[in-house]
């Protein structure tokens, strides 16, 4: 009889942890699949009209958009993807270079009126979204 409720309680616990794994593992699986990741200043590159910035306002940029919240998701349809890298706008873009390994990533990052556009391309990908942030939009190159 003993011997039954031991096993029962190993087989529980066994089955507690695979149904709810740890926080860390938890974690790193959903930052594989977010949309709007937050980026280490070491390593990425922000440049402005074709100009690097500065340590300190790569910093600056940096922490903003990691503060930044996320609006909404702008769907593009297959053969669309130019009209959001290229738009026919007046407003030059950030552009954020990030290179991780063998992963290279590109955010676009367009200022309008009253939020901040984002358009993010990895290998043949483009996705889109928008993003909330004062401080990223009242940003300026010195």
């Known amino acids: 009889m003993t011997w039954t ?4 309680i ?13 926080n860390a593992l938890v974690a790193w699986f ?7 990741q937050k980026l280490d200043s070491e390593d990425v590159t922000v440049t402005f009209n074709g100009k690097n910035l500065e340590e300190e306002e790569k910093i600056r940029f940096i922490e903003y958009f990691n503060e930044a919240n996320f609006l909404k998701k702008h769907y593009i349809f297959p053969g669309n993807e130019k009209l959001f890298l ?3 706008t007046n407003v030059t873009p950030f552009v954020i270079n ?14 309008p009126d009253n939020h901040v556009d984002v358009v993010k391309q990895w ?8 993003l909330r ?10």
């Open 133 to 142: 942030s004062d401080d990223l939009q009242k940003f300026n190159v010195n």
């Open 30 to 36: 959903l930052d594989k699949f977010e949309l709007h």
């Open 10 to 22: 190993v087989i529980g616990i066994f089955f507690k942890l695979l149904m709810s794994p740890p």
């Open 5 to 8: 409720v031991a096993i029962m």
């Open 123 to 130: 290998k043949k990908k483009v996705v889109s979204y928008s």
């Open 98 to 111: 990030l290179k991780k390994g063998k992963k290279d990533v590109n955010f676009f990052v367009y200022n």
């Open 86 to 88: 290229h738009p026919e």
